[in-house]
């Protein structure tokens, strides 16, 4: 089987996976007072998210063992032959988990590209 000239080989690769622009601005590259301000609204806005996040974790999932503690009777609760506790503490603070990471994640992005797209504003 012979080839023709035209047989190098080629990379083929896909789209970028990188989601947010890469914005470069003076301002926080040479950290002046602007591009700390700048920065220091992104790192609070990640920081007050990242309690919300966290809050809603406690309240949730922190509260169960405190509610059988307090509510004794829920354990004596079987649901499909397995008791409520179990249930819940095993199996339910699994999809709770992914969701409040899911929403932490596409929030997390979302502030990132508002950021993006200040700063891209303010070098025009």
């Known amino acids: 089987m012979t080839t023709g000239p035209?047989?190098?080989r080629v990379r083929v690769t896909g789209p970028s996976r990188r989601r947010t622009p890469v914005t470069r601005t003076a301002d926080i590259d040479d950290q002046t007072r602007l591009g700390g301000v700048y920065m220091g609204?992104?790192?609070r806005e990640q920081l007050r998210l990242a309690i919300g996040i966290l809050l809603v974790l406690a309240l949730t999932v922190g509260v169960l063992p405190l509610l059988f503690?307090?509510?004794?009777?829920?354990?004596?609760?079987?649901?499909l032959?397995?008791?409520?506790?179990w249930l819940?503490?095993?199996v339910a603070v699994y999809p709770t988990l992914l969701l409040l990471g899911w929403v932490y994640v596409r929030r997390a992005e979302r502030n990132e590209r508002d950021f993006?797209?200040?700063v891209s504003e303010a070098d025009r």
């Open 6 to 8: 035209s047989s190098e």
């Open 41 to 43: 609204s992104l790192l």
């Open 69 to 79: 503690h307090l509510a004794p009777e829920l354990a004596e609760v079987h649901v």
């Open 81 to 85: 032959g397995l008791p409520l506790g």
């Open 88 to 90: 819940l503490l095993g």
């Open 116 to 118: 993006a797209e200040l």
